[in-house]
Structures are given as C-alpha cells and as structure tokens.
C-alpha cells in the first residue's frame, strides 16, 4: 500500500534537480578530474575525442542548464484509475511471502540544442526507480546532428534533421524523415518529447509494430544515436547547414 501511495505521489512530467555542488564532488575517473580540475570545459572536446563518460556529475558541470522529464511509458492501475497513462510501469512478482511490487521509469534529459539522454531505471520503490533512471539518461547523452535535409526547404538552417534515418526496438520500426521549416514534429508524443529536448522542431515520420509504448520511445532514440553515428561528407554539411552539438 505504501509503494501505491508513492505512485500516486510521484512528480509527473519536468523535474527540477537540485544545484550541483562541484566542491562535495569527488571524481573517481581521469575524465572527471580534468573536468574538476577545468582541464575540460566544453562537452564537445569529450565527443570529438571518443571518450566515455562514466559520472554524471561529468554532464552536471559541462551542461548545467539539462532539463529532465520522465516519460509516460506505463499505466496506473486500479479499478478507477486503471488504463491512465503513468510515468511507472509496474510489474509484481508472486512469492509464498506474497506479492512483490517493482516500479520502473524511463528518463529523458537535454538541454533543447544538441544534447539529449536517455536512461531506463527499475527497483522495489519508485525514488530510487526515478534516480536510477536520471543517473543512467545522463550517462547515455549523445550529440545530434541537425541541418534542413527537405528538398522543399533548403534554408541551411538546423530545424530538421539532414536525412532519413530508421531506429529499431525488437520489432517496432520507426522513420524520422526532414520536413521543411513550420511543419512541426509530426509523431508519437511521448517522441515528441525526445525530439524537442534535442532541439529538432520540424520533422515526419513513419512507424511500423509501434503497439508497445517503450519500445517505440527506444527506438526513435536508437534513430537519433544511428544519426550522430553517421559520417557526412563536408560538400553536404554545407549544402544541409549540418550542425554538430549545440549551436
């Protein structure tokens, strides 16, 4: 009943994190002490060089203004309340003790130009589900291309993205397509979300086997990261305005 409580207790949408406070920092990676130490300033010097990061106090300090939101990938249960979207996906074990209840959420982080994390968390109780979840989108930040791929457009301005690009989750299939400038983010909301945290505002898309809420939101963010993994030849980032990070 206490964990029930909780649930219906819990910030829904936008969360708002405390101050990081660098000094009770102690950095355990080489990565994080050049950071504390200001031998590293800007998160783009990380991504250019191919490092992992493996402390999120790491994205506390090089990019202090992240939002983070939890998303909408569960649903309340209940006899009144059952079937309305919730940010805890709720599964429950059968034991001779009885029933054991587990939350798990799905966090989302960006700072609305370049930047944008994702990060799955799960345990007995829905704080440490939603910390969990905020520490591991932090750790799995990546950098977005961004340019005007619409044949439509060609303003070489980064609203959109400069090209098709399909991401997969088991087997629900999704195409994010560039659309030119004022047609929005025509998709699933909770994709919607990902997008506008990445700073994308026009774009079209294509769904296949997307029934399964979770897997369509991991497989939009599987086409952002296939997306910053591609190469670009340097006459097409001129031609699409293709812009790496943040601008």
Same mark, same amino acid.
């Given at each position: ?146 340019? #005007?791929?619409?044949?439509? #457009?060609? #303003? ?12 997969? #989750? ?78």
């Amino acid at each position: 009943m206490d964990e029930i409580k909780k649930l219906e207790e819990a910030p829904i949408g936008t969360i708002k994190e405390k101050e990081f406070d660098i000094s009770s920092w102690k950095p355990k990676t080489a990565l994080g002490k050049k950071v504390k130490e200001g031998g590293i300033k800007d998160l783009n010097e990380i991504f250019n060089q191919g490092l992992k990061i493996m402390e999120p106090q790491i994205i506390d300090v090089l990019l202090p203004n992240l939002e983070t939101i939890l998303l909408s990938v569960g649903q309340s249960k209940g006899k009144f309340g059952g079937g309305k979207k919730s940010i805890w996906k709720q599964t429950q074990k059968k034991s001779k003790e009885g029933s054991k209840l587990k939350f798990s959420t799905l966090a989302l982080v960006g700072n609305k130009n370049g930047y944008v994390g994702m990060g799955y968390g799960s345990s007995k109780e829905t704080m440490p589900a939603r910390e969990k979840a905020i520490r591991n989108a932090k750790l799995n930040l990546i950098r977005i291309k961004r340019g #005007c791929g619409s044949w439509t #457009c060609n #303003c070489k301005d980064p609203h959109s993205i400069p090209f098709k690009i399909k991401g997969k #989750c088991s087997s629900t299939v999704i195409e994010l397509i560039p659309a030119p400038k004022g047609t929005k983010l025509c998709l699933e909301g909770e994709c919607q979300q990902i997008l506008n945290l990445a700073g994308i505002r026009d774009i079209y898309s294509k769904t296949r086997n997307s029934k399964t809420k979770l897997n369509l939101v991991k497989a939009c963010f599987n086409a952002l990261k296939m997306l910053s993994q591609i190469k670009v030849k340097e006459d097409y980032i001129k031609k699409a305005g293709i812009i790496n990070g943040k601008i």
